[in-house]
């Protein structure tokens, strides 16, 4: 069990669902201060010398701030965001999600302030770099690895397969910080760090992945039938010593990926049983 295990285990309850349909909304809103009273958005931006003056909004203002650009672009790219939101969201599960998506917008927080103090507390006017291009980039990174073979219709026309869209970016987002001044490296560390974080510090994503994802709803299907239960009404028996979440509440069953076949084990077993093949 990782360190998200672990965390989702005690505050799994207070993740927030579709948290993508709520990001979109604060755009939304972000939009209409850009389209109706532009000299406000200036108000928004990540300042950390303004945020030590009182202006403590700042903080998390910044996430409204959208992708600027003409209404059709924004509304598809905002489109383009859910549809990938949620599909990360069902995949992994809204607290590893809200996890990615939370430490993204964490991670730049630092990252602004980390440059303010570099710059001796004076860094005034870089508000514009720390914003959620980046963090936006790290979903299609994300989607990238989870959804390599995934089509996507470029400007509704060409298809195009997510590994190669997260090539892309990648070069892209690698151009940047090569060329690049210190600022828009900090920028792009910082909201980038999230992806680093969550997939190398995860010590096996396999169970997250789309294919195991089905796989696991596959069984579960199955498992709600009558003649998957055991004796007592048991829904998870291990494979190796018998034991059923009767005999002990707190054993944990997972499902053997190496094995060929549908076998539970209790947390004893898992990582010590010989695969069936």
Known sequence: MNWLDKLERKFGRFAVPNLTMYLIGGYIIGYGVYMFMPGALGMLTLEPVYIFHGQIWRII???????????FTTVIMLLLYYSLGTALERTWGTFRYNVYIFSGILFTVLGAFLLNFIMG?????????????????????????????????????????????????????????????????????????????????????????????????????????????YAGGAKHRCAVCGRTELDDPTLEFRFCSKCNGNFEYCQDHLFTHEHVK
């Open 121 to 229: 507390g004076n860094a005034v006017g870089f508000g514009n770099y720390f914003n959620t291009m980046y963090i936006n980039m790290s979903i299609f990174l994300a989607i990238a690895v989870s959804y390599p073979n995934m089509e996507l219709l470029l400007y509704f026309i060409l298809p195009i397969k997510m590994k190669w869209m997260g090539v892309f970016y990648g070069v892209f987002i690698l151009y940047d910080f090569i060329v690049g001044n210190m600022v828009i490296r900090i920028a792009i560390v910082s909201s980038l760090l999230n992806f680093l974080v969550f997939f190398l510090s995860s010590r096996n994503m396999k169970p997250y992945m789309p294919k195991q994802q089905m796989r696991k709803r596959k069984f579960k299907k199955e498992n709600s039938r009558p003649h998957m239960t």
């Open 61 to 71: 203002s910044w996430v409204l701030i959208p992708p600027l650009g003409n209404l």
